[in-house]
């Protein structure tokens, strides 16, 4: 086990985050205010089963070492440092090209979280989403499950999200790299996820790693899509919905596996 999955080990997310944060709990996982940004109604989630938190109006998100960094201001070596005191791990050398790899997973895991963001509000709160919305409701989803899932709508259009992704902060090369943008042979892109439904693939941590889009209208093909694969995503090595379904899994020692998303 590496020193940064031995600190995960040892300190709770939940209990980090409640000594600067007042959290209720809420079903299976905990809310509260974000400390990032005023807010009146808490959008601030703390997922205690994959010891993920995220604010779902400012998208701030991640594990210990992200909250560390956020909340403290510290860089990559000095959360280390800081939780591995805490955790009572003894650290070796952390080199600067697994600092560098760590960092670069994360902010590529960002770029997927906010596209994941940015879908779901298109469908819940959008006029653009409101087709998917119908037919979402109609195939007999709640509401919740919509948010449980983080369901989404990508826009028909070849480049509104990546505008978007770009405006907040990530580079063409990030999209490239996250499978959002799709890089032609004459040097231009365009949007991959384009009027689909849009489903998240998470891994076993609830981290977003991925997308499956689902076309809308009836002569589209393919009927499903997914982003390409790279280290992040492969999706051979991914169950859907594990990260949602653990708990119940544990508790019932029974697991039902079917086929597909929907």
Known sequence: MSAVDEI??????????????????????????????????????????????????????????????????????????????????????????????????????????????????????????QQALDYVRGRGLSDETV????????????????????????SEDDLIKTGMLVSRDDGRTYDRFRDRLIIPIRDDKGRTVGFGARALAKDAKPKYINSPQNHLFDKSKLLFGLSEARRRIRETETAVIVEGYM
């Open 8 to 129: 995960k080990a040892r300190i709770d997310l939940v209990d980090l985050i409640e000594s600067s944060v007042v959290l209720k709990k809420t079903g299976k996982n905990y809310k509260g205010l974000c400390p990032f940004h005023q807010e009146k109604t808490p959008s601030f989630v703390v997922f205690p089963e994959s010891q993920r938190y995220r604010c779902f109006g400012c998208g701030r998100g991640g594990d210990i070492f992200n909250w560390m960094m956020d909340r403290e201001g510290m860089d990559f070596p000095e959360a280390l440092r800081s939780l591995a005191e805490q955790a009572g791990v003894t650290l070796d050398d952390f080199s600067p090209q697994q600092q560098a790899a760590y960092e670069e997973d994360e902010h590529l895991r960002a770029v997927l979280t906010e596209a994941a963001g940015f879908f779901h509000r298109l469908l819940t709160e959008h006029e653009w989403g």
């Open 147 to 170: 948010a449980l899932f983080q369901i989404g709508y990508a826009p028909d259009s070849w480049d509104v999200t990546s505008r978007y992704l770009i405006k907040e902060g990530f």
